[in-house]
């Protein structure tokens, strides 16, 4: 009997302590799709900067929660000492996101060498 107490306690455990799979808001995270680091990344998608640690090549950050996004947004970084960013105009006839949980796939577009520029992609993460 004890163990099956034991054993019914930490399944209790274990399940109680899993993060719950909805969000309570617009959570969004990088990805660095360039093969170099980014340094300094800062991001505003319509409610204010949200600054996000460097993000090594290849790799995604934690999710930051926003107040209100769109697909797309503000992008200010450093990439092999290089200031690059994504200008948008205004969200006009854009819709906002939904809660839920949002990739923002960055990269850069090397296709004029001498003014690389920076790419975003939206990614609806399951």
Avoid: W
């Amino acid at each position: 009997m004890k163990h099956l107490f034991a054993l019914f306690l930490a399944f209790l455990l274990t399940t109680s302590c899993v993060e719950s799979p909805d969000p309570e808001g617009i959570m969004i995270r990088l990805e660095n799709s360039s093969n170099v680091e980014f340094k300094e990344v800062l991001v505003n998608s319509g409610s204010g900067n949200v600054l996000f640690d460097n993000i090594k090549a290849g790799q995604k950050s934690k999710y930051k929660e926003f107040e209100s996004a769109y697909r797309y947004g503000f992008v200010s970084l450093k990439a092999n000492g290089k200031e690059l960013r994504i200008q948008p105009f205004d969200y006009v006839g854009e819709t906002p996101l939904e809660k839920g949980y949002y990739t923002y796939k960055i990269g850069i577009n090397n296709s004029d060498q001498d003014n690389p520029t920076l790419t975003l992609e939206l990614v609806i993460d399951d």
